[in-house]
């Protein structure tokens, strides 16, 4: 994705691709929507799991038109579903290569058209129709007729499906449906600029002290108790408070349930990049070694609960990952984005235990 070298705009195009279309250009939503979901482009890039030199160019119009799978990492990371998901994938265009000037001495040069031009007549010998207008309007109205029908009918189709959601299910209020922006607290926009979650208190205060956003990703839900326990999940992590003391919940028990993960022995000697986990029978190496000491591993992720191993991540892109499990989270190798800090990323444990219990719709 990140290897695409921009590409150089055409006579005819503005900055961002298009031709004199009304159709939203694809860098503008992306940009409308980061901004109204309180996004850096570095926060963003994190969240879809992209590089920020990646969301700048996108927004400047600067590269090719995203791929499928990019265009689906960015919604779910913006959290769209609906008539904006609809908005935002439909605003992709691909762009022809670079069209070639052609000019004929004394004579101004055009960029050729997707279509064949017709060839303009010589005034002295073949007057232009003055009813040229009328002619133009006339072959532009059967084509806004279709539009206005399209966009009629799906409304009518969006209409019925919400009426006969309505009507045959009731929806069960939970701690993950966004509410209003509270009157203190870090407020984290999801579905809306209006709608989201807030972090307060000693969530808030564990949050900031241990990574941000970066680390923990957005708030998932609100502060609820459960069991006597107060609780609050995050993209990646379930927060929980018990007498006062936050620590993270053991998401990755609890997410690999059923699953035998062979213990190991320790390593002969002393290897400085291994480090051995006499409590589960593992070892973490190498970069997510490095990543698990630099982002207060011991407090937020635990000790490993697994070897290295290859699995899908449930990031909506179906790829197989280079992963390790441990008690509280999981280390992920992204060799999409070798040589930058985002190559070990950490999992969305938080949405994923959301969605087993049915508070967030399945993966897409």
């Not at 799978?69 to 605003?91: I, K, M, N, P, Y």
């Not at 957005?218 to 003391?245: A, C, I």
């Amino acid at each position: 994705m990140d290897g695409e070298a921009p590409e150089r705009v055409c006579p005819g195009e503005d900055a961002k691709g298009m031709t004199g279309s009304d159709k939203p250009l694809f860098g503008d939503l992306l940009k409308r929507y980061r901004v109204a979901a309180g996004f850096s482009q570095e926060a963003l890039a994190e969240a879809a799991r992209l590089s920020a030199r990646a969301i700048s160019d996108l927004e400047r119009g600067a590269r090719r038109a995203p791929r499928r799978d990019t265009v689906a990492l960015l919604a779910d990371a913006l959290s769209l579903a609906g008539e904006q998901r609809h908005a935002f994938e439909g605003s992709v265009t691909r762009r022809r290569g670079p069209v070639a000037l052609t000019s004929a001495p004394g004579q101004v040069g055009h960029a050729a058209l997707p279509t064949p031009p017709t060839p303009l007549v010589d005034r002295h010998t073949e007057p232009l129709s003055p009813f040229r207008g009328d002619q133009q309007a006339r072959r532009r109205a059967p084509r806004a007729r279709t539009l206005l029908l399209g966009l009629a009918a799906a409304v009518l189709a969006l209409v019925i499906g919400v009426a006969v959601v309505l009507t045959t299910h009731r929806h069960t209020a939970t701690p993950a449906d966004p509410v209003a922006k509270a009157a203190s607290g870090l407020f984290v926009p999801l579905a809306s600029p209006i709608l989201g979650h807030t972090l307060r208190g000693p969530f808030l205060a564990f949050y900031q002290r241990y990574g941000g956003a970066t680390v923990f990703g957005r708030p998932r839900t609100e502060s609820f108790v459960e069991g006597g326990v107060t609780r609050q999940y995050t993209d990646r992590f379930l927060l929980e408070q018990r007498g006062g003391v936050v620590t993270t919940a053991p998401l990755g028990h609890l997410l690999t349930a059923g699953q035998v993960f062979t213990r190991v022995a320790r390593p002969a000697g002393h290897p400085t990049r291994q480090l051995y986990f006499p409590t589960t029978g593992h070892i973490l190496a190498d970069q997510f070694l490095t990543y698990w000491r630099t982002h207060h591993g011991s407090v937020v992720l635990g000790a490993p609960i697994s070897e290295l191993i290859m699995e899908k991540n449930d990031d909506g892109t179906g790829a197989t990952y280079q992963l390790q499990w441990c008690e509280k989270g999981r280390l992920e190798f992204h060799s999409e984005q070798m040589l930058s800090r985002y190559q070990v990323m950490l999992g969305l444990l938080g949405v994923a235990a959301l969605r087993q219990r049915g508070w967030l719709p399945p993966s897409e």
